[in-house]
């Protein structure tokens, strides 16, 4: 799949840092350059301190840590506010001053904001686990790899495009529009609804999209929905009559409870 010539291969698990390069580096020309491994070392500590509670580092985190666990520039920092961190010196401080509760919950926290928001990997699940947000029945993403190419798209949103519009609604508007909407169509997570609310738009689905975050590709446009919280939408053109089109039509469909940014 190429989006305004920026390619996002799918892949087995073993590409995948190669695929994430290929990604970033069309957006911007050596990237993947600037990018640093965690040492060794620190990589072999975090495996003894996963190992004194029966687990092991996720395949998919491991060719992270090798590749860009010191400094992955500025791809996973973009969450939340821009000041999360993920480098390797921060998870094995932070390790050290209490996060192995999470760890013997079977979490492995790897983002950290100072806030106090955190992102985390199930390590009961397999070698590409789904990731967490703070409570641990919040699922903020399908699998660390999905995770991974969802931040690289939201970079190609920001960077790629002359034109860019926003909605959200509350968490209660959500749920009126599913009450309201959704009652006709056949559906059993919020995110097939809104698969099949937008199916009339023929929107290219990515690969990496699942329960929490859709991304469409259309000729003239892409748009993303996130319902992590409640109902996030971006529209993203570099045909300004193309976004107020869709945002005319999404305002038609959802009616009042889409708030425009």
């Known amino acids: ?14 590409t995948m840092i190669d695929r994430l390069y290929k990604t970033m580096n069309s957006m911007d ?11 060794q070392s620190q990589i072999q500590t975090l495996a003894n301190i996963l190992e004194q509670h029966g687990r ?46 999470f760890v013997s919950d ?21 070698d590409n686990p789904p990731i967490y947000c703070n409570c641990y029945d919040e699922l903020f993403s399908g699998s660390f790899e999905n995770y ?29 529009i599913l009450k309201k909407l959704a009652q006709n169509l056949p559906w059993t997570k919020p995110m097939e609804f809104i698969e099949s609310i937008l199916k009339p738009y023929q929107l290219q689905k990515a690969w990496f999209s699942d329960d929490v975050r ?6 003239e446009y892409i748009i993303s929905v996130d319902l992590h919280w409640a109902l996030n939408i971006t529209i993203s053109s570099n045909n300004h009559i193309a ?7 999404l305002t038609s469909l959802f009616g009042s409870s889409l708030h425009w940014k």
């Open 214 to 219: 859709f991304y469409g590709i259309s000729f």
């Open 29 to 39: 020309k050596g990237w993947s350059k600037k990018t640093e491994p965690a040492s």
């Open 243 to 249: 976004v107020q089109n869709m945002k005319k039509s």
């Open 56 to 101: 092991s580092i996720p395949l998919a985190y491991r060719f992270f840590l090798q590749s860009m666990g010191k400094n992955d520039n500025g791809l996973l920092e973009q969450e939340w506010d821009g000041y999360s961190e993920v480098n390797s010196d921060t998870l094995l401080e932070n390790y050290s001053v209490g996060y192995n509760d």
């Open 148 to 176: 991974l190419f969802q931040m690289a798209f939201r970079r190609m949103k920001k960077t790629q495009f002359l034109y860019q519009v926003d909605c959200a609604t509350s968490k209660a508007g959500f749920c009126d």
């Open 1 to 14: 799949m190429i989006i305004n010539t920026i390619p996002f291969e799918n892949g087995s698990l073993e």
């Open 106 to 126: 079977g979490f492995l926290p790897f983002s950290f904001h100072w806030a106090d928001a955190i992102l985390s990997m199930k390590l009961s699940e397999s």
